[in-house]
């Protein structure tokens, strides 16, 4: 089970960051990473954070975005700085092996809500 908390409504420049608790006891040997989807488009992964915390980006959040992770809390964080319009989507978090993942082994959570307004 995933649950994503943290998303609201901010101003274009502004900041915040998204966490997500994940159930089970194998999260530290997985890949995770963060999924949005946008009203009419499909979900894309924006970042992907390996078990030993290595970091990858998609293009468009590059030197905006902070993945993280806290294994002894089953929690992986995203810090999103510099938020654009273009960022308003739904953010889910599930596991990633690859940039090109579109899904991952858990059934998706209820995602949070990210709208940024200019």
């Known amino acids: 089970q995933l649950v994503e908390s943290g998303g609201g409504l901010v101003l274009a420049g502004g900041s915040l960051r998204l966490s997500c608790l994940a159930s089970g006891n194998i999260f530290r040997i997985l890949h995770m990473g963060w999924y949005r989807q946008a009203p009419g488009k499909g979900r894309e992964l924006v970042a992907l954070?390996?078990?030993?915390?290595?970091?990858n980006y998609a293009d468009s959040v590059k030197g905006r975005f902070t993945i993280s992770r806290d294994n002894a809390k089953n929690t992986v964080y995203l810090e999103m700085n510099n938020l654009k319009p273009e960022d308003t989507a739904v953010y889910y978090c599930?596991?990633?092996?690859?940039?090109?993942?579109?899904?991952?082994?858990?059934?998706w959570g209820q995602g949070t809500q990210v709208t940024v307004s200019s």
């Open positions: 954070i390996t078990s030993n915390g290595n970091a």
């Open positions: 599930n596991t990633a092996d690859t940039m090109t993942a579109i899904r991952g082994i858990y059934d």
